[in-house]
């Protein structure tokens, strides 16, 4: 069975479907057509840790029972038990059945495993680990189910989705590719974490980055692909606001 039919499966059982998406970018980890089919739909804005409110009050905007929290601090997590409760008593619900969606890597189980108050969904900080369902009870107020990230089909550029958590920065072809659209889309972020001058020539930013780590090849050369994904890797631990 495809992981895109396990999901669509576990929306149809959900009294109530969580989409977890990542605060740094949650148009781009956004399934609308998705979202359609969950009959309550709460947005759960995850790694709120990770940008400042500014960037989350301008998200907020247009999304409906939208929660923030940051699973890995443990924050929101009461204000999101809350929003479920509320939600089923609000539909007269007793013992609803809670979906959890996202793309790969946004903190799916985590969300789970703090809701439950100990580590029962497994983890890991690579992207698709999660290859099926998994059902927990949390307490005596709700069973959730827990879903393989699945990325739309209008998702699949490798620099994109490196972007996003959706692949792992250690297994795309060209990560020097998805850097330079990162310098680009964030002008200054990454020189300012790596103490380098922004320039024009974004390739050789990440030459002087690469220098600066002490990432080199033969002939004292600036690894250039080492760098880019160790930058990626940085930006996806939230090591750049």
């Given at each position: 069975m495809s992981y895109g039919r396990i999901v669509y499966e576990v929306i149809e059982r959900s009294d109530i479907v969580l989409e977890v998406l990542d605060a740094r970018f949650i148009d781009e980890t956004r399934n609308e057509k998705v979202e359609k089919k969950a009959k309550i739909l709460i947005h759960v804005i995850n790694k709120c840790d990770y940008v400042d409110k500014q960037h989350?009050?301008?998200?907020?905007?247009?999304?409906?029972?939208?929660?923030?929290?940051?699973?890995?601090?443990?924050?929101?997590?009461?204000?999101?038990?809350?929003?479920?409760?509320?939600?089923?008593?609000?539909n007269r619900i007793k013992n609803p059945v809670v979906g959890v969606i996202g793309y790969p890597?946004?903190?799916?189980?985590?969300?789970?495993n703090a809701l439950k108050g100990k580590a029962?969904?497994?983890?890991?900080?690579?992207?698709?680990?999660?290859?099926?369902k998994q059902y927990l009870r949390i307490g005596n107020d709700f069973l959730m189910i827990d879903t393989p990230g699945v990325i739309s089909r209008e998702k699949n550029k490798e620099e994109e989705l490196v972007l996003i958590g959706a692949k792992n920065p250690y297994s795309i072809q060209d990560p020097d590719i998805a850097v330079i659209q990162l310098i680009k889309s964030h002008p200054e972020?990454?020189?300012?974490?790596?103490?380098?001058?922004?320039?024009?020539?974004?390739?050789?930013?990440?030459?002087?980055?690469?220098?600066?780590?002490?990432?080199k090849k033969k002939g004292n050369l600036p690894d250039?692909?080492?760098?880019?994904?160790?930058?990626?890797?940085?930006?996806?631990?939230g090591r750049m606001k």
């Open positions: 989350l009050d301008k998200a907020k905007i247009g999304l409906e029972n939208c929660v923030y929290i940051s699973a890995k601090k443990h924050f929101g997590i009461t204000l999101l038990r809350k929003k479920i409760k509320m939600l089923a008593n609000k890597n946004v903190g799916k189980s985590s969300i789970i029962s969904a497994r983890t890991s900080p690579e992207a698709g680990f999660t290859k099926g972020l990454v020189e300012k974490a790596y103490g380098v001058k922004a320039r024009k020539n974004k390739e050789a930013t990440i030459e002087e980055i690469a220098l600066k780590l002490n990432l250039v692909e080492r760098a880019s994904r160790k930058i990626l890797q940085d930006w996806l631990d």
